[in-house]
């Protein structure tokens, strides 16, 4: 299985953020984080907010955001549909710790807020601030 490989897409409304061949994805499903290996069982299911994990052929590790949607996995390809998704790279640190704190702010004081929209800012905020820990060559 060593030279067994995957294609993997990762494809946005406005962009493909990845289409080539890599050695393994993991990623967090909305029932927990999994990984996905050459040769796979077939499936689809739904993401949630999180680090997407990418081991490419040459053994490189590659971290990018991914913002809800689904994955369906086949024995040779993985194909991502998100509504966002970025690398490391295209996030401003300082931009996404703004919104953590107005949704934090939000949420001290809910009685004229939509509360899941705040939970939902603050937590894409979250895995923006976490991905920028990680550095990367596309």
Request: hydrophobic residues 40%; neutral net charge; glycine residues 6%.
């Amino acid at each position: 299985m060593a030279d067994k490989k995957l294609h993997l897409q990762i494809i946005t409304p406005v962009k493909r953020l990845f289409d080539d061949e890599i050695k393994t994805v993991s990623m967090r499903g909305v029932e927990g984080d999994f990984g996905i290996l050459p040769a796979h069982e077939p499936f689809t299911t739904i993401l949630s907010y999180g680090i997407l994990k990418i081991t490419t052929v040459d053994g490189n590790e590659l971290r990018a955001t991914v913002f809800g949607g689904f994955v369906e996995v086949l024995p040779d390809q993985v194909t991502i549909l998100t509504d966002s998704a970025e690398w490391p790279d295209e996030i401003n640190k300082e931009r996404a710790m703004a919104s953590k704190e107005r949704a934090e702010s939000r949420l001290k004081n809910p009685s004229n807020v939509d509360v899941k929209r705040a939970e939902l800012a603050l937590h894409r905020a979250l895995v923006r601030i976490e991905a920028t820990s990680y550095a990367h060559k596309k």
